[in-house]
């Protein structure tokens, strides 16, 4: 087997459409790895040209492939210490007269650590999370002072090397550095955002990070670099009215906002050379009353929308080249009483909502695969006024924030679906909690 180094490689190597070999034009398939935490990941591209990595990174195969060639990149072999599961993204097609620089390689394990934003205590609650029970311990130094006022909403980015958390209340986003073994935060610079932001996401590469303005109907784009956060040109874009959640597809083409007074879905194209956001054709996208959530499932071919107002659920197929919803058949799907968070399993299974059927509970549907539409599994109590749940990234966990209550329910995913609270459940948090990241 022929081993090669990772390979760095800089924007102007992305750019670069191919070069002449052997008196015609050969183009380079590449990308980048995220999320590692093991080593000996071995990617392969149309069965040859191995590439190990012991870090996340750029790549580029040393293949160079013909226009109209096809390609594949496969994993060969998944990471170990500790074991990981490593998913490629934009990874097979045909060269058309350009090179390849998006291909997204996504390693995933069991959730380490959990992190709560708590609005009125303005403090991130930061837990390890136990791999065998999902019981959440928490980390010493917690709560963390949030560097802004009213934490609002917060993501992990795909290395696991940064939190950002977006501070509805002094209209910043504030940036930490996560110790790798202990989960502790130290925190960087808080940055300007629009007003009352309530939303935040990063894409996949982790080259981008948006944050959604509720009060000034915008969303701000930036460049991240070693965590710290430039506006991209353009930046803020235009939305609808009072954006509410923010959702990138997979191979992180597409951002979603859910608009929540103005009752649909606004979708734009991302730039993946410089993060600029465009309106695709179709948009916006008609919503339920009040969508407030939204997620969308991991094979991306269907979106789901939480309608508080219209106490539903909307279910919608995707165009993954285009990025455009179509409601399935049957859709929207009463779901009881306002549903405020909702998130699909890593295996497009089911969908998790919170408040749904009845105040204070977490709701399994199952989604029929051929066609999206929702079936109602079961629904499990929780605290009071559930406002946001996360799912850890191996599949095995989900956690609700209580808004009322103060703390964080936390459960396991039976086979069925259906949720099962984890002993010593719910853990405490700071005051109001009201959103969820699993690292």
């Known amino acids: 087997m022929r081993t090669q180094a990772l390979v760095m490689v800089s924007a102007m190597g992305f750019a670069l459409a191919g070069c002449p070999i052997g008196g015609g034009t050969k183009f380079t398939v590449g990308g980048s790895v995220t999320g590692m935490r093991g080593s000996g990941l071995v990617l392969q591209i149309n069965g040859s040209d191995d590439l190990t990595f012991n870090a996340d990174g750029s790549f580029v195969f040393g293949d160079r492939l013909a226009n109209n060639a096809a390609f594949s990149v496969t994993v060969r072999t998944q990471p170990s210490n500790p074991s990981q599961t490593c998913t490629v993204r934009n990874g097979s097609g045909t060269i058309d007269k350009i090179s390849i620089t998006n291909v997204i390689v996504s390693c995933t394990q069991t959730g380490r650590f959990a992190y709560v934003a708590n609005r009125l205590s303005?403090?991130?609650?930061?837990?390890?999370?136990?791999?065998?029970?999902?019981?959440?311990?928490?980390?010493?130094?917690?709560?963390?002072?949030?560097?802004?006022?009213?934490?609002?909403?917060?993501?992990?980015?795909?290395?696991?090397?940064?939190?950002?958390?977006?501070?509805?209340?002094?209209?910043?986003?504030?940036?930490?550095?996560?110790?790798?073994?202990?989960?502790?935060?130290?925190?960087?610079?808080?940055?300007?955002?629009?007003?009352?932001?309530?939303?935040?996401?990063?894409?996949?590469?982790?080259?981008?990070?948006?944050?959604?303005?509720?009060?000034?109907?915008?969303?701000?784009?930036?460049?991240?670099?070693?965590?710290?956060?430039?506006?991209?040109?353009?930046?803020?874009?235009?939305?609808?009215?009072?954006?509410?959640?923010?959702?990138?597809?997979?191979?992180?083409?597409?951002?979603?906002?859910?608009?929540?007074?103005?009752?649909?879905v606004t979708v734009f194209l991302i730039d993946l050379g410089n993060g600029m956001l465009s309106n695709i054709s179709g948009s916006p996208f008609a919503a339920g009353a009040g969508p407030v959530s939204i997620a969308i499932d991991p094979t991306e071919a269907f979106a789901f929308v939480a309608n508080e107002g219209a106490n539903s659920l909307g279910a919608y197929s995707l165009t993954a080249s285009t990025g455009a919803l179509t409601a399935v058949s049957g859709s929207p799907f009463t779901s009881g009483t306002n549903p405020e968070s909702l998130i699909v399993d890593p295996a497009g299974r089911y969908v998790f909502a919170a408040n749904v059927d009845a105040v204070n509970q977490v709701a399994t549907y199952a989604i029929t695969p051929s066609s999206g539409a929702l079936t109602f599994v079961s629904a499990v109590a929780a605290g009071s006024v559930p406002i946001s749940v996360a799912i850890d990234p191996s599949g095995q966990f989900v956690y609700a924030v209580n808004f009322n209550s103060n703390d964080v329910s936390a459960y396991t995913i039976g086979t069925s679906g259906a949720l099962i609270p984890v002993a010593g459940s719910p853990f405490a948090a700071g005051a109001q909690p009201h959103a969820i990241a699993i690292d």
């Open 122 to 264: 303005n403090t991130v609650s930061a837990y390890a999370i136990d791999p065998n029970s999902g019981a959440l311990v928490p980390i010493g130094g917690s709560p963390f002072a949030a560097n802004g006022t009213t934490p609002t909403a917060l993501v992990v980015d795909p290395n696991g090397q940064f939190l950002y958390v977006a501070n509805s209340g002094s209209n910043t986003v504030s940036a930490f550095s996560i110790n790798s073994a202990s989960g502790v935060l130290t925190a960087g610079i808080a940055t300007a955002t629009g007003s009352s932001p309530g939303a935040v996401t990063v894409d996949p590469t982790g080259r981008y990070l948006y944050v959604a303005n509720l009060t000034s109907n915008t969303v701000s784009a930036y460049v991240i670099s070693g965590g710290t956060l430039t506006p991209v040109t353009g930046s803020p874009f235009n939305v609808g009215a009072e954006p509410a959640s923010l959702a990138i597809d997979p191979n992180g083409n597409f951002l979603y906002a859910t608009n929540f007074t103005g009752n649909n």
